[in-house]
């Protein structure tokens, strides 16, 4: 054990946190399924974040596959919304974590939930524009690219190469497919 590990060895939350960056499943099933310290089914107060929304919080170090797969396999919420309407798909989406959004969205994640500034999963596409196997995938699975994200302006149009975004055009082919 490290000297993490050793210091909040009474600290059940913490351990889950540096176990999540990790990947360190032994450690979350000591504390979820053995000891039991902790519940799948938690969410905390005032945000609402389940286990799922937790691990890729910090998107500078998201949970890997095996943390996600983890949760999902013992029944954390896949379409859960925080306070702030997000579910875990945005939060894979934000933290760039493509694992995470590949197992969520095999598992049944819903890529149309809108958070509270309107924002739906696919219109998130951008913070992987060279991940378009997690685009499609998105799409396959029923993604709306006539979802408005500004006032009269779908996703699909929203992603429209420009002389100033070239670099678009593979997003808004592969999106013009499902139009």
């Not at 059940?12 to 990790?22: C, K, R, T």
């Not at 983890?70 to 702030?84: H, K, L, P, R, W």
Request: charged share 20%; aromatic share 10%.
């Amino acid at each position: 054990m490290n000297e993490l590990y050793e210091k909040y060895k009474d600290e059940p939350s913490m351990l889950v946190a540096i176990a999540d960056g990790e990947g360190n499943i032994g450690v979350l099933e000591d504390i979820f399924l053995y000891k039991k310290q902790l519940a799948f089914s938690y969410v905390t107060p005032l945000e609402r974040w389940n286990w799922l929304h937790q691990c890729n919080l910090n998107s500078y170090a998201p949970a890997p596959l095996s943390v996600i797969e983890f949760y999902i396999q013992n029944g954390v919420e896949i379409n859960a919304q925080d306070c702030y309407g997000m579910t875990p798909l945005h939060y894979a989406m934000r933290a760039k974590n493509v694992d995470a959004a590949i197992a969520l969205l095999n598992a049944g994640a819903d890529p149309n939930i809108p958070n509270q500034d309107n924002l739906i999963p696919l219109s998130m596409i951008g913070y992987l524009p060279d991940r378009l196997d997690v685009l499609e995938l998105m799409l396959e699975k029923g993604a709306n690219v006539h979802f408005l994200v500004n006032k009269n302006e779908t996703i699909l149009e929203s992603y429209k190469p420009t002389e100033m975004e070239p670099n678009l055009a593979p997003i808004y082919e592969l999106m013009l497919k499902y139009a």
